[in-house]
């Protein structure tokens, strides 16, 4: 709409499709995953787009539904189809952020973003601040976390890992390699990485929300506008409690008993064993797959085996929050950002609802059978040694602080684009470190192993030592890969930036425009898929100013246990511990987070009693400096 | 900030005076005269304002300090000063819908009309309309009556009339003929108004709010944004409880128990018939001037007697419910609508602490002796007949039926002008009518009276018969006029249009630039005159079959209502709920005479309460469904 609009785009002109229901949804609604409605809605348009017979079409089609469908399912699902699609690998997808900035920044930036754009030229324009404690005070406990919760780059995190897991949509997008474990572990380290900040905040470990039916006290005010819906995204105050939902509207109709009978059946199936497919047969819970099943079951895609009897644990607790507010829509209102992937991670109550969702699946991982000493170790290599060197800091430190970064925001302020505006947000950040590992291969000849890197809070919330059951699910994964050991002595030294968890600041935040590799190239391929990573700035906690202790845990275990067959070339696989790689299988062959995933053996009550030859554990220290370091100009 | 600013206007050169304190409130800082200390600052600026020495430096003063207040502050008491000023009596008040649209109108508008004045060009742009049903559904059954409580008219006449009766500030402002009756008599109208409403959508009654410690059922969600703020008007959920208020940013603190004191003192004052001065001296709600001292410590204005013992009973209900979502500020979050005069009335409860405020007022109403048949009576004078008759309708039949008109919002849309953006909404409206009196004069003489016309419902909500003092609460007032009465037989006609209630239709929603008279009379007239009730909302809705009303025609002996007072030139028009702009409130008597006390001894219903000079007739208000588009524009 700009005034320079002169180039023009040929478009093929093709069959229409016939977008029929999918233009039910209004352009103005807010649009969500949660919604079955919405969902449905979702896989009927990425079906479209995936049915395009090539590039050509899809772009005519694609321009076909930009002007007629809500433009977050629009993105959602035309997103969705360039990840899946072959011919398209090298299309670009748009930056969330950007697209959507109103998802990620304080209401009041837009006002101040419109008036930088129409007032002042470009090249004069200075970054609009945004001030880090926006939503609430500290008379708050829980805004303690507030700058986690509401960092931009983990809510692009989480969105991205929905858009690559989609729940539903056809096999093409939902029939992936241990999705549903994955979703379990991915949530899993969510919640362990929130009580670790939690605990470097001197807040205990969140609550599981249990009582469904009691008042919730956590009140979350997001100060979000939805640039599509042109509403606010509306807060929950202190003390409400859900109820039945009853939203014509969106087609939601749902008990609070509903989800109490759903959760039964779930325990009740774990505690038996086996679960019971739509056609009554009995499919077992095994030590293997058993919680791939169970993951498709609670979140629920539609590979849960029978969503009849089990239902839609997950989505429906978000639902049932977000709609906390207007439950059977007498107030014409929409859902929280509790009802909305981008936004959820910012309110409190995400992660009580994840840490109850969490702890259904570490019932199920109790009742598994426990790993032996035998399955634990790796006859012949020991771990003599680890450190981690934070330059110009002690051994064993690491450094974190407040960053400050400008991103674009002039993609999403309405419809006029002079040029760009920058919105300068703070968020934690850390020095890059290195982990020094001394490993010794008394075995045969060379060994191939997967490096194995964790931490977690050395004592409880009362300074206590832990019970290894307890620390186990505190654990958060900083990195994981391949080592080649030689006979004796080896020496591994891997850099923080490195990590199999994150993925870099820059990609997080990418400018599409600018930053995008050349045509053609493999570095662009990289690029598209990979959003999804866990932010890089965000890989250490904030620790606290007289150093937050710590445990480094290293193992290494056997690859040829770990091995999975396949070719990785080429493909995006820097983030896979969070998000597997694109098109492939989880190239790691053990349960997600081995060796922490279950009850510990007989008579291994600490973590010391824990190790075998191949762990180690180092004790660190996290020390927070309360200064901000301004953006490289 | 347009293109075309070409033409510089010289300003003088002042030595401004220091903000100070004033500049404590934010740009995006919302704005509630509710609030102590917002408005103890407002009242500096107002005095600033006034004392410049003359209108050039005003006007400097004015640009000076336009570019670092808070905007909404600077608007408020810029045009309190122009309103208070003898030499800007020439000045225009910009209707405030056109300054803020974002008080009034749904958030979704915004958006659309920027895109409609970025992309349409002029004369090609279409209204944007608004639907009537945003808030809520008819799940809501409070919702029934959104049309009343959202109504544009209705919110810009609320603003307007606080913005005539400051509180706070300078005698001069503040200092105001009979004003604590008015605040009185004006929100008793506005309760009696809501709740004929009501009747006609088969809900009783409001419920007063008594219980400050209990839930409130009724929630409001207004989807409204602050332009200003950049934050949208945060809403009560169901079931919400007030708490003490802890907010250090805006200087309250202030327990619910205090509510309990400063009602207890009142109530006490009232029953005892005198209230305590600060000096410790007692003051004696007298029959006729008690309701004002009552009125000024209830609101409260500074004109009150007593402030440390008697408080801040109605303004502080508004700041506790106000900021019942984040009482601590541990948030971060603003008033809700409540909070501010533009918008509170919008929301349910508006209704229920007014309702409150109201019973107190009645309470010491009843204490009062009633009315003696000579106080009521005006001898030789006898009604005869009254009849109301709609254009080309039935007699005593009132139609009413929805209406759309349009807005223009480009004023408030950021800073671009890019012309015209109209918003389209759908109010209530009704057939103009007339009223048709005849008057008996045989007292042997010409004769002067006061007309005085009510409405009320006939029956209750059980549909059974009313006792007297329970209708006389739900009278609106209608007209009163003066009437000269001829020996013998006397026709009186009289149309709707020129109800002393209300302010025309152009006159709630004038474009300033457009519609702008030239100069002397009619533009100060066209000045102060924002105050009047809205005359689409003249006339309750009624319903589909025809809602039976009671209009009540009273003749009062002038000679006992006059107040000796030049009138001319000035705006007067929507004097029974504003008043006149620097003269005495020009009715003698009692606001809401004769309704206004419990009846005399054996009058139980309104036929025995009658005195050969009124007369009762019954009518009914017939709605019907159907939505008349506005005339085009040129």
Request: glycine share 6%; aromatic share 12%.
């Amino acid at each position: 709409f700009g005034e320079d609009d002169s180039e023009t785009v040929t478009i093929d002109s093709v069959p229409l499709p016939d977008l029929a229901d999918i233009l039910t949804l209004g352009r103005e609604e807010n649009f969500s995953l949660f919604i079955p409605k919405h969902r449905n809605l979702s896989a009927k348009l990425i079906n479209i787009f995936l049915q395009a017979e090539n590039p050509k079409h899809l772009l005519s089609i694609a321009c076909y539904a930009h002007d007629r469908v809500n433009p977050y399912l629009f993105i959602y699902a035309l997103s969705v189809a360039l990840i899946h699609r072959k011919d398209t690998k090298s299309l670009k997808i748009p930056n969330q952020i950007q697209t959507f900035p109103d998802k990620y920044f304080d209401s009041q930036v837009f006002s101040q973003g419109k008036e930088e754009m129409t007032v002042v030229p470009q090249g004069l324009r200075r970054p609009i601040e945004i001030p880090r404690d926006y939503t609430a005070s500290d008379l708050e406990e829980e805004h303690r976390v507030a700058y986690w919760r509401e960092d931009l780059g983990i809510n692009l995190h989480h969105w991205h890992w929905h858009l690559v897991y989609p729940t539903d949509g056809g096999e093409i997008v939902t029939k992936k390699d241990r999705r549903g474990e994955l979703f379990y572990y991915s949530h899993q380290q969510i919640v362990a990485r929130y009580n670790f900040e939690r605990f470097c905040n001197a807040l205990k470990r969140v609550e599981r929300l249990t009582d469904w039916q009691g008042p919730i006290k956590e009140a979350y005010f997001p100060k979000l506008d939805s640039l599509v819906a042109k509403r606010a995204y509306p807060a929950r105050v202190q003390d409400m409690t859900m109820q039945d939902l009853d939203i014509p509207g969106q087609n939601i109709k749902v008990d609070v008993d509903d989800m109490i009978r759903w959760r039964d059946r779930i325990y009740r199936a774990i505690a038996d064993g086996f679960i019971t497919a739509t056609n009554g047969s009995k499919m077992n819970l095994d030590d293997v797959t058993g919680i791939d099943i169970l993951g498709n079951i609670m979140e629920s895609s539609e590979l849960s085996p029978n969503r009849q009897l089990y239902g839609n644990l997950h989505g429906f607790g978000h639902l049932m929050l977000s709609y906390i507010h207007d439950p059977r829509s007498h107030h014409l209102e929409p859902f929280g950002v509790i009802g909305d992937f981008t936004t959820a991670m910012r309110d409190p109550i995400f992660y009580r609802w994840h840490a109850f969702v969490d702890d259904v699946f570490q019932q199920f991982n109790g009742s598994l059978p426990r790993y032996t000493a035998e399955q634990l170790d790796y006859a012949g290599v020991q771990i003599t040694d680890v450190n981690i060197k934070t330059p110009n800091a002690p051994d064993n430190e690491f450094r974190t602080f407040w960053q400050q970064s400008d991103v674009d925001m002039s993609r999403g302020v309405d419809f006029q684009d002079p040029g760009s505006v920058f919105v300068r947000f703070t968020h934690l950040n850390h020095e890059p470190f290195s982990y020094n590992i001394t490993v010794n291969n008394t075995g045969n000849g060379v060994q191939e192993g997967t490096c194995r890197i964790f931490l977690a809070p050395a004592t409880d919330e009362r300074g206590n030592p832990w019970l290894f059951n307890n620390q186990r699910v505190m654990f958060v994964e900083m990195d994981r890969f391949k080592v080649t050991l030689r006979q004796g002595q080896n020496t591994i030294t891997r850099n923080s930036t490195q990590s199999s968890v994150t993925i870099p600041f820059e990609r997080t935040f990418r400018d599409l425009d600018t930053n995008r590799p050349a045509e053609g190239s493999e570095e662009l391929d990289i690029f598209n898929f990979c959003g999804c990573g866990w932010p890089h700035h965000l890989l250490v906690p904030k620790g606290t100013p007289d150093g937050f202790k710590a445990q480094l845990f290293v193992m290494i275990s056997n690859y040829a246990d770990d091995k999975v067959e396949q070719d990785l070339s080429g493909s995006c696989n820097d983030a896979e511990s969070y998000c597997g790689v694109r098109g492939g299988k989880y190239p790691d062959k053990r349960p997600m987070g081995y060796p922490f995933n279950r009850v510990a053996r007989q008579g291994a009550d600490t973590l010391q009693r824990f190790l075998t030859g191949n762990m180690i554990v180092q004790n660190c220290r996290i020390v927070h400096s309360d200064r901000t370091v301004r953006p490289r100009s | 900030f347009g293109e075309e600013t070409k033409s510089k206007i010289p300003v003088k050169k002042i030595s401004p005076p220091p903000l100070g304190e004033i500049l404590d409130l934010p740009r995006q800082a919302n704005f509630s005269l509710f609030i102590p200390k917002h408005r103890k600052i407002a009242g500096r600026l107002i005095n600033i304002f006034l004392g410049m020495k003359d209108t050039d430096d005003l006007q400097s003063m004015a640009i000076f300090a336009r570019e670092r207040v808070n905007p909404y502050l600077f608007n408020y008491c810029f045009s309190v000063a122009i309103l208070h000023r003898p030499d800007t009596q020439d000045l225009d008040i910009p209707s405030f819908i056109q300054t803020f649209p974002d008080k009034y109108l749904d958030s979704q508008v915004f958006s659309r009309a920027r895109e409609e004045a970025t992309l349409v060009p002029e004369g090609q742009r279409v209204p944007i309309e608004i639907p009537r049903d945003y808030t809520a559904s008819d799940l809501e059954v409070e919702h029934r009556v959104a049309y009343f409580r959202e109504d544009l008219g209705i919110n810009l006449h609320h603003w307007h009339w606080h913005l005539v009766y400051p509180f706070e500030g300078a005698e001069q402002v503040v200092r105001k003929d009979r004003r604590g009756e008015l605040f009185y008599y004006m929100h008793q109208q506005v309760i009696a108004r809501y709740n004929l409403e009501r009747f006609c959508n088969a809900l009783k009654r409001v419920t007063r709010f008594t219980e400050w410690k209990d839930p409130i059922p009724e929630a409001y969600f207004p989807k409204l944004d602050s332009l200003v703020a950049s934050r949208a008007w945060p809403a009560r959920v169901t079931d919400q409880k007030l708490s003490n208020l802890r907010r250090d940013q805006d200087q309250i603190t202030q327990d619910v128990d205090d509510l309990y004191r400063w009602r207890d003192r009142i109530y006490e004052a009232i029953h005892s018939g005198f209230v305590q001065t600060d000096g410790g001296g007692r003051q004696e709600l007298t029959e006729f001037g008690g309701i004002d001292i009552l009125g000024n410590i209830v609101e409260s204005s500074n004109l009150s007697v007593n402030r440390t013992l008697y408080g801040d009973l109605h303004n502080m209900g508004h700041v506790f419910i106000s900021y019942i979502h984040d009482p601590d500020h541990r948030h971060l979050e603003t008033f809700g609508v409540m909070g501010d005069s533009a918008t509170a009335m919008r929301d349910p409860v508006f209704y229920r602490w007014h309702a409150y405020i109201d019973d107190l007022f009645q309470q010491f109403k009843g204490s009062l002796p009633r009315y003696t048949e000579e106080q009521l009576n005006y001898p030789g004078i006898t009604v005869t007949g009254v009849s109301v008759q709609s254009q080309g309708g039935a007699a005593n039949t009132l139609n009413t039926f929805w209406q759309q008109s349009d807005v223009d919002m480009s004023r408030g849309m950021d800073f671009q002008p890019r012309g015209s953006v109209f918003a389209r909404f759908t109010h209530l409206n009704h057939q103009p009518f007339a009223y048709n009196i005849t008057v008996n004069n045989a007292s042997g003489g010409n004769k002067r009276g006061t007309c005085r016309i009510f409405l009320g419902p006939k029956t209750d909500e059980r549909r059974t018969a009313w006792l007297f003092k329970d209708q006389r609460l739900l009278f609106i007032e209608l007209d009163r006029f003066v009437v000269n009465l001829r020996q013998g037989e006397n026709t009186i006609t009289r149309n709707s249009t020129e109800s002393s209630v209300t302010i025309p239709f152009e006159r709630t929603f004038r474009n300033l630039d457009l519609s702008r008279p030239v100069g002397g009379e009619a533009l100060a007239q066209f000045n102060f005159c924002g105050c009047g009730w809205p005359q689409h909302m003249l006339i309750p809705k009624g319903t589909p079959e025809g809602y039976d009303c009671q209009l009540f025609v009273m003749i009062s002996n002038f000679d006992d209502d006059q107040v000796v007072q030049s009138t001319e030139g000035i705006c007067n028009d929507a004097m029974s709920y504003c008043g006149i702009k620097d003269r005495l409130y020009p009715d003698k008597r009692s606001m809401g005479y004769p309704f206004d006390r419990l009846p005399r001894n054996n009058v139980n219903t309104l036929q025995e309460f009658l005195t050969p000079n009124m007369r009762v007739q019954d009518c009914v208000i017939k709605f019907t469904d159907r939505v008349v588009v506005p005339r085009p524009r040129n």
